[in-house]
């Protein structure tokens, strides 16, 4: 990206864009400082929506839009524009030996235990049962839900999460969003999550390696 940072895009099947910005430390892990969600439309190589999303770290919720054009498999290349402000980047597939977007989501490679941060940087615990479900604990904030792999087939898992009472910054709040899960070059995983509630203005964001 033009502002220094990296991304990992998606596209869904329904128009959907999940964009997850931060930086890759030099432990091979991506340290998220934010995401973008937005619902957009492609034709004949170009993908816009003007709905986005852009959620910080700082909590705060920022509009604006989305343009880029692509080649499928190949490239994404656009810019956001937020105000006055745009960024532009650059985008290419990821090695499938780390992350294969046309393979199903396998739900059994992410259950178990997890230590994660969440984007506002606290520390996070997340247990996945075998069936889907999950509870967790942020900070003192405890949280429950579901996981379950997207009914389209693709490499992505579906979340809803709903947050428990004080001092849950979101108390009471449901989100829903997605999941995905990668190798790292040093034989570890990494588990993203992006969620955004139905207003689309409480958001949350947790990455963590095991």
Same mark, same amino acid.
Request: no cysteine.
């Given at each position: 990206m033009s502002?220094?940072?990296?991304? @990992? +895009?998606?596209? =869904?099947e329904n128009g959907q864009i999940y964009t997850l910005y931060g930086n890759t430390g030099s432990n091979n892990v991506f340290a998220v400082s934010g995401f973008l969600q937005g619902n957009g439309s492609s034709n004949n190589g170009s993908f816009s929506a003007t709905d986005v999303k852009d959620a910080s770290a700082s909590g705060s919720v920022t509009a604006g839009s989305l343009s880029a054009n692509y080649v499928a498999g190949s490239s994404f290349n656009g810019s956001l524009?937020?105000?006055? +402000?745009?960024? +532009?980047?650059?985008? /290419?597939?990821?090695?499938? /030996?780390? @992350?294969? @977007?046309? *393979?199903? /989501?396998?739900?059994a490679g992410v259950t178990g235990n997890w230590s994660l941060s969440s984007l506002r940087g606290f520390? *996070?615990? =997340?247990?996945? /049962?075998a069936a889907g479900t999950f509870s967790g604990i942020s900070s003192g904030c405890l949280f429950s839900g579901t996981i379950k792999p997207r009914s389209s087939g693709k490499n992505i898992l579906d979340v809803s999460l709903t947050y428990g009472a004080s001092p849950c910054i979101l108390a009471g709040a449901s989100l829903n969003g997605i999941a995905i899960s990668y190798a790292l070059p040093n034989g570890q995983q990494e588990l993203a999550i992006a969620l955004i509630d139905q207003t689309r203005t409480g958001t949350s964001a947790f990455v963590g390696v095991r």
């Open positions: 502002d220094g940072r990296q991304h @990992y +895009s998606l596209v =869904l524009t937020e105000g006055t +402000s745009v960024v +532009s980047f650059t985008g /290419a597939p990821i090695g499938g /030996a780390i @992350y294969n @977007y046309n *393979t199903p /989501a396998n739900l520390p *996070t615990t =997340l247990n996945i /049962a």
